[in-house]
């Protein structure tokens, strides 16, 4: 197993104080964990995953996700058995869009 923390700081979209639970851990998918944290408006996001060394493209997908969202006061967690990084991205969307409530898939 390996485990990765990555932070980023000045985010600027709330979300309720609650948390959900998206996918299922198995061969090949992952779960995502997205709560209301005191963060100082910042994201926090820990990975426990199966697939070690993958770090770089770990990064390149969190920044990427980053980017799309800018959440503030969010911590994530995420318990991975090697999915894909578009299996990935597309389950951290939906963590997002249902604890927002959204069902356009569309950041706003």
Not at 20 to 48: D, K, P, R
Request: net charge negative.
């Amino acid at each position: 197993m390996e485990q990765l923390t990555y932070r980023f700081e000045h985010g600027s979209r709330q979300v309720p104080p609650q948390a959900e639970l998206v996918g299922v851990v198995s061969s090949g998918n992952l779960e995502v964990l997205i709560e209301w944290c005191q963060l100082a408006n910042a994201c926090v996001i820990e990975i426990n995953t199966a697939a070690t060394g993958f770090g770089m493209i770990w990064a390149a997908v969190m920044k990427d996700f980053n980017a799309r969202w800018l959440l503030a006061d969010v911590k994530i967690t995420i318990n991975d058995m090697g999915a894909t990084p578009a299996v990935v991205s597309l389950r951290l969307d939906q963590a997002v869009e249902t604890i927002l409530g959204h069902t356009n898939g569309v950041p706003s």
